[in-house]
């Protein structure tokens, strides 16, 4: 008998399998990774800055600590680079948002907030929209995600197996549950917004954001390491290639790429940046937010040998090692779950 079945192959289940072999907790994982795109598809970027209200990301500080530690340790074990540290660049609108940063960035988010204010006349970005001046974010960065799963996938080979889950082949014992010849003692499911399929766990409130992505190539821009925010972003992704994002939509649940949202991108496109580029890629996928915005992490409250890992939304790759090791410890050493993101606080609305 192993101790988890992971069915899912996208970003929350691959960080809940190197969690896993961390600890030396047995696994399989069950996936077909053709039915959503969204972990293929998102730049991975973390950002500790609301830049709506100009505060801090919930958990920030936590967050951004754990994820480099996991990230890290990853690099490691699969023998590869996956995280790049960047600069987020925030242009200002006007004098009263430059000045409330200095406010800010002397104050509670002075880990987060350079101090100084860039003057974008003195600055070699080559055809980038900057306003006057603009301030830079730190602690930011984005993971390979691509990368990450396809390497997490060869290293992890033995145990996944590649086919749709068929929730009629789960059987529920005292001691564990069976799933075709695997028996284990519990089974975890990740997987994202298609958790809609799942009759035990179809009534967590997903709100799912369907988002659009392009990618470009051009020689007329020369910043490295860096993401520009102008309502959307620039970053590079290797030589002259950049990625450019992102959309969002509520009415869509599908990962095909769209007309609407291709002009959209454009248009965001043509506020950021003024030069030639080719487009080589237009990518959809549908990111698996939750109704109050906090993942969705826990136990069945009927069958106490399933758990749901879900919700990560946006933020995916800033909350998932977080969470992921306060699941582990949750059940290894029985340490409660993170009040916000229990699935218990669902129970009463639906198991009422």
Not at 173 to 201: Q, R, S, Y
């Amino acid at each position: 008998m192993i101790d988890f079945i992971i069915v899912g192959q996208g970003l929350a289940a691959n960080v809940l399998a190197h969690h896993f072999h961390q600890n030396s907790i047995r696994f399989k994982m069950i996936g077909n990774s053709k039915l959503s795109n969204c972990s293929n598809v998102a730049a991975g970027i973390w950002n500790p800055i609301v830049f709506k209200r100009l505060t801090k990301s919930w958990m920030a500080d936590e967050l951004i600590s754990e994820l480099n530690i996991f990230y890290s340790a990853c690099e490691k074990t699969l023998n590869t680079s996956l995280i790049t540290q960047r600069q987020i660049i925030k242009p200002f609108v006007e004098d009263q948002e430059k000045n409330l940063w200095l406010k800010k960035s002397q104050q509670n988010l002075g880990a987060f907030l350079n101090p100084f204010i860039n003057d974008s006349h003195h600055l070699d970005f080559k055809n980038c929209y900057l306003n006057d001046y603009y301030g830079l974010v730190e602690n930011c960065g984005n993971l390979d995600l691509v990368a990450f799963i396809k390497k997490s996938d060869e290293f992890f080979k033995h145990d996944i197996i590649s086919q749709t889950f068929d929730y009629s082949n789960l059987k529920m014992e005292e001691d564990g549950i069976i799933f075709k010849t695997i028996k284990a003692k519990h089974i975890i499911f990740c997987e994202g917004h298609l958790v809609k399929h799942n009759p035990f766990f179809n009534w967590i409130p997903l709100k799912p954001a369907k988002g659009e992505i392009i990618t470009i190539q051009t020689n007329e821009l020369n910043f490295k390491n860096k993401i520009l925010n102008k309502n959307g972003f620039i970053m590079d992704v290797a030589d002259q290639t950049y990625k450019v994002g992102a959309t969002y939509a509520w009415d869509d649940s599908t990962d095909q790429p769209t007309n609407k949202g291709l002009l959209e991108l454009k248009e965001k496109l043509k506020k950021i940046i003024g030069c030639n580029y080719q487009l080589i890629n237009h990518q959809a996928g549908v990111r698996p937010s939750s109704a109050d915005r906090r993942p969705i992490i826990g136990q069945h409250p009927k069958y106490k040998n399933l758990y749901v890992f879900n919700g990560l939304g946006t933020k995916g790759v800033m909350l998932a090692p977080y969470f992921g090791k306060n699941f582990v410890n949750f059940c290894l050493n029985k340490q409660a779950l993170h009040p916000d993101i229990n699935v218990n606080r669902f129970y009463d609305s639906h198991f009422a």
